[in-house]
DNA sequence: CTCGGTGCAAATGCTTTGCAATGTC
DNA sequence: GACATTGCAAAGCATTTGCACCGAG
């Protein structure tokens, strides 16, 4: 189940990083972020949590998150607005989006020539790569009919 | 010339849209962007208007921002951090990034593969793109030798 | 002369920080 | 016990807004 190997795949980041915490917080935001679909942000989240029974403050949401990011249980994307969405790349192919600039809508989707292209292009320039975002706005097909 | 240029695409934008009107301040802004190399940020573009003795408020540098926006006279960028950052996108052809996460330095490129790949991503959506942004982070060559 | 635009400063909203209290190791 | 982590509220920032004044049409 993806809970477990998500939950060893934090537990060995805190250890392989020496001084890290197993915390309860970490493991709840964890659990919550699993349980998420699709993008959220830190707002949606904090408040999953408190109606869930969960303590915490959002300043630990936005400490975790960024541990989650570290090790690659979640993404962070930064659309058009000011606030940073998130959401679970557990178990999940790495895929891009397009926004809808009408409805907000997103689309999601996966392209291996995408891909392959970018690492030509990184290798051409002795770039090595961390990660890759690609976004495409426009106006999604149910915009574009009415 | 590519100021006449540019001056006429906001006229002829502000015209378009019946009310805007053609005030100094919007062309004094239009004019530091012409100027400017590379990315930019707000504070960047005020503290160099100002230091060229034009006086503007940053609340209307944000406006003229969106405004030359709106006309295709520059981009709009999101990166990581929490600042827009801008570039003129006049006279200039549709192009991407990559970012180092260690020094920060940004390397452009173009590559028409990616843009058509991603016209028919969208096309199988029934998409309409508006524009597309691909960001490529990672380490640069010069940050991989250090 | 009318209303859109500007400047200023205050307000907003996301995110970070400082510090005492807490609980992991 | 030591010290990383938490919670809370205050601080920081980038961006937006409200409003009186100004000036383009």
């Known amino acids: 189940m993806e809970k477990q190997a998500a939950y060893a795949i934090l537990t060995d980041h805190l250890k392989a990083q020496g001084k890290l915490r197993a915390t309860p917080e970490r493991f709840a935001i964890l659990d919550a972020v699993l349980q998420s679909q699709g993008h959220f942000d830190v707002e949606a989240l904090y408040y999953r949590l408190i109606t869930n029974g969960v303590k915490v403050s959002k300043a630990t949401v936005y400490n975790t998150l960024e541990l989650l990011q570290e090790c690659g249980l979640v993404s962070k994307y ?13 178990g999940r192919p790495h895929h891009h989006h397009m926004i809808c600039l009408n409805c907000g809508d997103i689309i999601e989707f996966t392209n291996d020539r995408l891909e392959r292209i970018q690492e030509e292009v990184a290798a051409g320039e002795d770039f090595s790569i961390q990660s890759t975002t690609i976004q495409i706005f426009g106006t999604c097909s149910k915009c574009t009919k009415k």
């Open 78 to 90: 930064r659309f058009a607005e000011n606030t940073s969405r998130y959401e679970k790349a557990f």
